[in-house]
């Protein structure tokens, strides 16, 4: 079972997703839930983003009453309130936490000191923590070129930390998607798991963690994100269908989302910005999301060959759409209508991500352009396929990668948003 679902909460508990929180922007207006006694059973819609996207203007009407909005719903027997939270309003809960941790610039608990522990410098090489840096830098510019050269301009601290995050999701996304995949268990995650938490208390078991674990001690990062995108994994091992987005926003969330919230502690936000940290973790969320929607679309004819469909089943039956037309694979108008909400989908992600790229320091602004910019381009080269994701990979040319290298520079030049008005 997903944990994507909606989860139930009791209404009484402290961190009631989307409540009383708020958020930037002004896309959670998720009210205090009323006072028990007087509103049993009331509902209370609360108007969540991108759970409706996609619709077209002349459908925008339907959505008020479809699922797409979550409702929280005070108990029959009127004692114990029970709220359904969607996806959306469970993540946001998570960058709410962070964002706070950032604020206050705390380091992990567990973690009780900056010198390397002595289990650390057990699994550090001769050459100690630089040569595990190199070796993560060296992974990091094999896997993800364009991403690496970006990091080169940042100081060697925050360089050397993403490199390290980096080559710990690489990892863990190998266990479920490398070679040994098919030997992995849920109990073999488990066990990575456990190692997560070992080397966040200081006790690597390899010169790789070793790097990260001293990361985790040079910026205020949390362990959460990490488990996160190990519940992700959990979920790839038995999950193989989405009902609706919302299941799949979590799925997002869980494996690419995570990234962008582990990112920002390191990213840095600009010292002048006025954005607010949780707006900050809001983008680098979004833009996780958006990359992860992308390769989704992209690998649609791929994830089928091995009886996976990382598509919202109710968005592809409204379609008349089955999971045997994904796996016959014949681009219809059907399949172009149905791509056509998907991409948009996808590409309000990459906006609200936009903003959020300019409010980081200066320096880090620029591979998360260069990433941005150039993921955001296979969902043009989808289109420019005609939507056949079945057999036809989309692809961005060298041409359009390098081109996208000066564009990304110059917009890591601009203004953070959060300052254009003031300053005009
Ligand atoms: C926007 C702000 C404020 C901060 C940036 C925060 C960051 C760095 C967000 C990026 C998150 C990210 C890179 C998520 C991973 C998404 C993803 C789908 C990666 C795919 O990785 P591969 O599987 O290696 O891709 P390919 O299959 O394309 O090679």
């Known amino acids: ?17 989307g409540g009383d929180a708020g958020r930037d922007g002004g896309s959670f207006h998720c009210p205090r839930l009323p006072p028990r006694k007087k509103a049993p059973r009331k509902r209370i819609l609360c108007s969540l983003k991108y759970g409706c996207l996609g619709v077209d203007p002349a459908e925008a009407g339907r959505t008020a009453a ?39 610039q705390l380091r992990p608990t567990t973690t009780t000191t900056t010198a390397p522990s002595s289990e650390m410098v057990d699994a550090m090489p001769r050459g100690g923590l630089k040569e595990a ?37 690489r ?17 073999a995650l488990d066990r990575w798991e456990k190692r997560l938490e070992d080397l966040f208390a200081g006790r690597p078991y390899d010169m790789l963690d070793a790097a990260l674990s001293d990361t985790i001690t040079k910026f205020p990062i949390d362990i959460q994100p990490f488990k996160d995108m190990i519940d992700g994994m959990r979920t790839d091992l038995k999950k193989a269908r989405y009902n609706n987005f919302d299941e799949l926003y979590m799925y997002c969330y869980y494996v690419a989302g995570t990234v962008g919230l582990m990112s920002v502690p390191v990213m840095g936000i600009d010292p002048e910005s006025k954005a607010t940290a949780e ?33 919202p089943q109710d968005e592809l039956a409204e379609a008349g759409l089955s999971d045997e037309d994904i796996f016959k694979g014949v681009v219809t108008d059907k399949w172009r209508k149905f791509m056509k909400r998907q991409i948009k989908r996808a590409r309000m992600f990459f906006e609200e991500a936009e903003r959020g790229v300019t409010e980081l320091r200066k320096e880090s602004r620029w591979p998360v352009w260069a990433s941005l910019l150039l993921y955001r381009q296979i969902l043009d080269e989808i289109e420019a396929n005609d ?15 390098v081109l996208a290298l000066p564009v990304a520079y110059g917009r890591s030049l601009l203004l953070p948003y959060s300052l254009r008005n003031i300053q005009n």
């Open 1 to 17: 079972m997903a944990a994507a679902v909606t989860l139930l909460r009791a209404a009484s508990s402290p961190g009631l997703a």
């Open 66 to 104: 479809s699922p797409v909005y979550s409702s929280l719903t005070v108990s029959p027997a009127g004692d114990a309130a029970v709220v359904v939270v969607t996806s959306e309003q469970k993540v946001y809960d998570v960058v709410l936490k962070q964002a706070a941790l950032l604020r206050r």
């Open 133 to 169: 840096y190199a070796r993560c830098g060296e992974i990091c510019e094999e896997y993800a070129k364009t991403f690496y050269l970006g990091t080169l301009l940042m100081t060697e601290e925050r360089r050397r930390a993403i490199w390290a995050i980096y080559v710990w999701c």
């Open 171 to 187: 990892r863990t996304d190998e266990l479920v998607d490398g070679p040994n995949a098919s030997h992995i268990t849920p109990q």
């Open 279 to 311: 707006s900050v973790y809001g983008a680098a969320l979004a833009l996780g999301l958006a990359n992860q929607l992308t390769n989704i679309l992209r690998d649609v004819g791929e994830d089928a060959s091995r009886g996976r469909i990382y598509l």
């Open 387 to 401: 939507y056949n994701n079945f057999t036809k990979r989309a692809y961005v040319g060298k041409a359009k990668k």
